[in-house]
């Protein structure tokens, strides 16, 4: 009878592993697909780039966390963005200063080798696209960072504690001003 219920007990232990192996797997997943997203939002957010990433991982790491725990979340990638806004915005609040968007941040996170006629104007329109989201309200920017990251009116809402309507609001008004400040 002994034997029995240690038997019943390592496979409950194996069938944890095998649940929690599956689970490193799905996150890992998402963190291959998201992670350069995620940063470049936290980026976007004014946070210092070392920061940024370690909220980055973080968001993730409390992902994990959390589906280990058991709780169900419907849209993880939503999750991971709603977790790296919130840290974001803590790690903004605790740097010193608050520094300007700099536009050469831009040609960092792109990455590539451009010709010096070329980069000078991408960077004239960069900084005119700049001084037009400078213009934007805060709520503005942050629904239109989320949009371009490919999340869905609820999906920003969800993260932003507001209406999807309100998003769509938002993003209307944005974008009219936007397609003002560069005609």
Known sequence: MVAF?????????????????????????????AREDVYRYVLSLG?????????AQEAFLRLYATLRKGEKIENPRAYVFRVAHNLGLKTRAKQNVQEAFDPGLE?????????????????????????????LSEQQRRC????????????????????????????RRALVRLKKSCD
């Open 107 to 135: 040609q960092q996170i792109i990455g590539r080798e451009p010709s010096p006629e070329h980069t000078l104007l991408e960077k004239e329109r960069w900084l005119q696209f700049h001084r037009a989201m400078s213009g």
């Open 47 to 55: 946070v210092h780039p070392p920061q940024a990433q370690e909220a």
């Open 5 to 33: 219920s240690l038997g019943d007990e390592l496979q409950g232990v194996i069938r944890e592993d095998r649940a929690a192996s599956k689970l490193q797997q799905e996150v890992a997943q998402l963190f291959e697909e």
């Open 144 to 171: 239109l960072d989320l949009r371009l990251e490919g999340l869905r009116y609820p999906e920003i809402g969800a993260i932003l504690g507001i209406s999807a309507s309100a998003v769509g609001e938002f993003l």
